[in-house]
């Protein structure tokens, strides 16, 4: 693919790109073009109901003609959406449908994206068939979408007003959560949530909460900054595991195993659910010093030793990683086989809008299929076949959760 203008690039190239095949739009894929045009506003917007995207929409139908008409000297509207060329392109596309004295018969070329809620927290949360962490991610359904951010956020300021009200002499955090209380958002707390299932540490959200603090400009002096992002990133990375926790319990599982087979100088090897074998290659390095009569030269190169601590802290976000991996393949191959144009960015699946509801049975039913596996357990024994002489611990414990729920979730994807 063209290193620039292709799919999982900026804004711009998602707004100039389409299928190369039409289709017509239907009546749901109307309704799904009006649901996308909504979700690439954003700005909260696509945290609402369908309902409430759909009526949104139906409110700025003037903004949505002259965005699509007049684009540069109109009031462009379209600019002050979160994703502001993807957001024209679909107003375009709308306006034209809206004009037709046919809209379901006109042809779109659009692709309609379908998001995933915190999709590595879904992964967990199917791992862990842990109900709550199931309700948080959308597994279930609900009237509109959980939005696992807002709920994090919601706990730290929860713990930060517990922490302002203790005597500032013997708790030494009660300034810091006094001056933070007010600035806890969910744009503060999201990377930190979104990476956290990846292997974010400690050293990585401080970074991302002081980021997040410094655009928000209130506080000036750089001590401060720094003190008040580690109080944060603590809060913000205990309010995940108070929440998170069967997430967490297999994350750790995870990373014990890893650890157990670095320690005998292997690296991790496991076998996807497709049956795509993969290895973690991390090394430590070495250096070899060459003196000349002119300087030292250090040169550095992989050593025959594995490196036991990135192995361990690699293995959780990898192993989920193949694991959405294989997901995105099932969706794509049964896409494929029911005459469905498919592509996908990670955790956002995209079709014609005419196809979506079909786009969204099959994901559905391929995730079900996925996590009826018995993937931890077949992880365990191939781990063990492969490595008899070494002990592994038990597999962590696991909820109820019924993964047929899934398929009836309205928000799971959306």
Same mark, same amino acid.
């Given at each position: 693919?063209?290193?620039?203008?292709?799919?999982?690039?900026?804004?711009?190239?998602?707004?100039?790109?389409?299928?190369?095949?039409?289709?017509?739009?239907?009546?749901?894929?109307?309704?799904?073009?009006?649901?996308?045009?909504?979700?690439?506003?954003?700005?909260?917007?696509?945290?609402?109901?369908?309902?409430?995207?759909?009526?949104?929409?139906?409110?700025?139908?003037?903004?949505?003609?002259?965005?699509?008409?007049?684009?540069?000297?109109?009031?462009?509207?379209?600019?002050?959406?979160?994703?502001?060329?993807?957001?024209?392109?679909?107003?375009?596309?709308?306006?034209?449908?809206?004009?037709?004295?046919?809209?379901?018969?006109?042809?779109?070329?659009?692709?309609?994206?379908?998001?995933?809620?915190?999709?590595?927290?879904?992964?967990?949360?199917?791992?862990?068939?842990?109900?709550?962490?199931?309700?948080?991610?959308?597994?279930?359904?609900?009237?509109?979408?959980?939005?696992?951010?807002?709920?994090?956020?919601?706990?730290?300021?929860?713990?930060?007003?517990?922490?302002?009200?203790?005597? &500032?002499?013997?708790? !030494?955090?009660?300034?810091?959560? $006094?001056? %933070?209380?007010?600035?806890?958002?969910?744009? +503060?707390?999201? *990377?930190?949530?979104?990476?956290?299932?990846?292997?974010?540490?400690?050293?990585?959200?401080?970074?991302?909460?002081?980021?997040?603090?410094?655009?928000?400009?209130?506080?000036?002096?750089?001590?401060?900054?720094?003190?008040?992002?580690?109080?944060?990133?603590?809060?913000?990375?205990?309010?995940?595991?108070?929440?998170?926790?069967?997430?967490?319990?297999?994350?750790?599982?995870?990373?014990?195993?890893?650890?157990?087979?670095?320690?005998?100088?292997?690296?991790?090897?496991?076998?996807?659910?497709?049956?795509? &074998?993969?290895?973690? !290659?991390?090394?430590?390095?070495? $250096?070899? %010093?060459?003196?000349?009569?002119?300087?030292? +030269?250090?040169? *550095?190169?992989?050593?025959?030793?594995?490196?036991?601590?990135?192995?361990?802290?690699?293995?959780?976000?990898?192993?989920?990683?193949?694991?959405?991996?294989?997901?995105?393949?099932?969706?794509?191959?049964?896409?494929?086989?029911?005459?469905?144009?498919?592509?996908?960015?990670?955790?956002?699946?995209?079709?014609?809008?005419?196809?979506?509801?079909?786009?969204?049975?099959?994901?559905?039913?391929?995730?079900?299929?996925?996590?009826?596996?018995?993937?931890?357990?077949?992880?365990?024994?191939?781990?063990?076949?492969?490595?008899?002489?070494?002990?592994?611990?038990?597999?962590?414990?696991?909820?109820?959760?019924?993964?047929?729920?899934?398929?009836?979730?309205?928000?799971?994807?959306?």
């Amino acid at each position: 693919m063209h290193p620039h203008l292709n799919h999982l690039s900026s804004d711009l190239c998602r707004g100039v790109l389409e299928f190369a095949e039409g289709r017509p739009l239907g009546k749901s894929g109307l309704r799904w073009l009006k649901i996308h045009l909504a979700n690439l506003y954003a700005g909260g917007v696509e945290k609402l109901s369908y309902e409430g995207r759909l009526a949104f929409v139906d409110n700025h139908i003037d903004d949505i003609f002259d965005s699509a008409t007049n684009p540069v000297n109109g009031n462009r509207w379209w600019l002050t959406a979160e994703d502001p060329l993807q957001c024209l392109a679909a107003c375009i596309n709308l306006s034209e449908a809206l004009n037709s004295p046919s809209p379901h018969t006109v042809i779109s070329h659009l692709p309609i994206h379908q998001d995933g809620s915190c999709n590595g927290l879904q992964h967990y949360a199917a791992l862990g068939r842990d109900s709550l962490e199931a309700a948080a991610v959308n597994l279930v359904d609900g009237d509109k979408p959980a939005d696992v951010y807002s709920e994090i956020a919601a706990r730290v300021h929860e713990i930060m007003k517990r922490d302002s009200n203790k005597d &500032p002499t013997t708790s !030494p955090n009660a300034l810091l959560a $006094r001056i %933070l209380v007010n600035q806890i958002d969910r744009k +503060l707390v999201k *990377q930190t949530v979104m990476t956290s299932v990846y292997g974010v540490t400690y050293v990585g959200a401080r970074e991302q909460i002081k980021k997040r603090l410094e655009e928000k400009g209130l506080i000036t002096d750089d001590r401060l900054l720094f003190t008040a992002a580690c109080y944060a990133a603590k809060v913000t990375l205990a309010a995940l595991g108070e929440i998170f926790q069967a997430a967490r319990g297999i994350m750790s599982w995870l990373g014990d195993c890893a650890k157990v087979i670095a320690s005998e100088n292997q690296p991790v090897r496991w076998t996807t659910p497709l049956g795509l &074998p993969v290895v973690q !290659p991390y090394c430590k390095s070495e $250096r070899h %010093l060459i003196r000349t009569s002119l300087q030292v +030269l250090a040169l *550095q190169r992989e050593s025959n030793s594995v490196d036991i601590r990135k192995q361990r802290t690699a293995f959780p976000p990898n192993f989920v990683h193949s694991l959405d991996g294989s997901h995105m393949m099932m969706t794509a191959l049964a896409c494929r086989d029911a005459g469905l144009r498919f592509a996908g960015v990670h955790d956002s699946f995209w079709t014609h809008p005419c196809d979506v509801d079909q786009m969204n049975k099959i994901l559905r039913e391929k995730f079900v299929e996925l996590y009826s596996m018995p993937i931890l357990e077949s992880l365990l024994e191939s781990f063990q076949a492969s490595y008899p002489a070494l002990t592994f611990p038990p597999l962590p414990e696991r909820g109820d959760f019924d993964l047929q729920q899934v398929l009836e979730s309205s928000y799971f994807f959306n």
